[in-house]
């Protein structure tokens, strides 16, 4: 099993919808961070979240992070063909050096 | 050039070639990273190198050698490869201390034949 999961895998929505991704940990977070790749290229780094409750956004993109649940959701509102690509979360799960990526999401965006 | 920029972007290698990937930032970071990503397989770390200094080598097979000679540059050297080597290997580098800020380069994409 994956340290952090997150669902769904994939998602293909219309041009203009509401979603949500949502990313798990397994063990305690000292901070969760998402990031959005394109096809083929690198990671973009799009916002931190590090206490809980705490709530970001950044143009249309929403991210939350629940301590308790161990859980971070990422929300896109009205989305657009910009918006596609695979959606990655990223945490610190303990104190050492070692920094953990989630299982991605893939997003399609319909026009 | 700005941000970290990696060549070549498209590399093609017989199993018994030895070829090397390269990566370069230039966002004065001291801690430099190596990713693959398989496709439909989560990010897997490579590699670290921090102040230059290898700290990370999450048991990747010999045939992946890593070269870190100055802060601002990463090679990773590839000999005798499998076809399930095959992936887009990415480059990043950030602070030390801040792991999660990392910047990421394209990738290479790499296809064994």
């Known amino acids: 099993s994956q340290e952090l999961e997150q669902s769904p895998q994939s998602l293909i929505v219309q041009e203009g919808k509401n979603l949500t991704i949502n990313c798990t940990s397994s063990?305690?977070?000292?901070?969760l961070y998402w990031y959005k790749q394109k096809y083929g290229e690198g990671l973009i780094f799009l916002m931190m979240?590090?206490?809980?409750?705490e709530e970001k956004s950044h143009e249309k993109i929403t991210a939350k992070l629940d301590e308790k649940k161990q859980q971070s959701s990422l929300h896109i509102t009205a989305s657009q063909p910009s918006h596609a690509g695979i959606y990655l979360c990223?945490?610190?799960?303990?104190?050492?050096?070692?920094?953990?990526f989630g299982t991605g999401t893939s997003l399609t965006v319909i026009p | 050039e700005t941000g970290v920029t990696q060549t070549p972007r498209h590399l093609v290698m017989g199993m018994t070639n030895k070829k090397s990937l390269k990566c370069e930032q230039h966002?004065?970071?001291?801690?430099m990273y190596w990713y693959k990503q398989s496709a439909k397989k989560p990010l897997e770390l490579m590699f670290v190198?921090?102040?230059?200094?290898?700290?990370e080598n999450n048991s990747v097979p010999s045939r992946f050698s890593p070269e870190c000679p100055n802060s601002s540059h990463l090679f990773l050297h590839l000999h005798t490869l499998q076809p399930e080597d095959s992936a887009l290997y990415l480059c990043?580098?950030?602070?030390?201390?801040?792991?999660?800020?990392?910047?990421f380069g394209p990738g290479t994409r790499l296809t064994v034949t």
């Open positions: 990043a580098s950030s602070q030390v201390g801040s792991s999660y800020e990392q910047y």
């Open positions: 063990k305690t977070l000292y901070g």
């Open positions: 979240l590090q206490k809980g409750g």
């Open positions: 990223g945490a610190d799960l303990d104190t050492g050096n070692q920094f953990y």
């Open positions: 966002l004065g970071h001291n801690a």
């Open positions: 190198y921090s102040l230059e200094e290898r700290v």
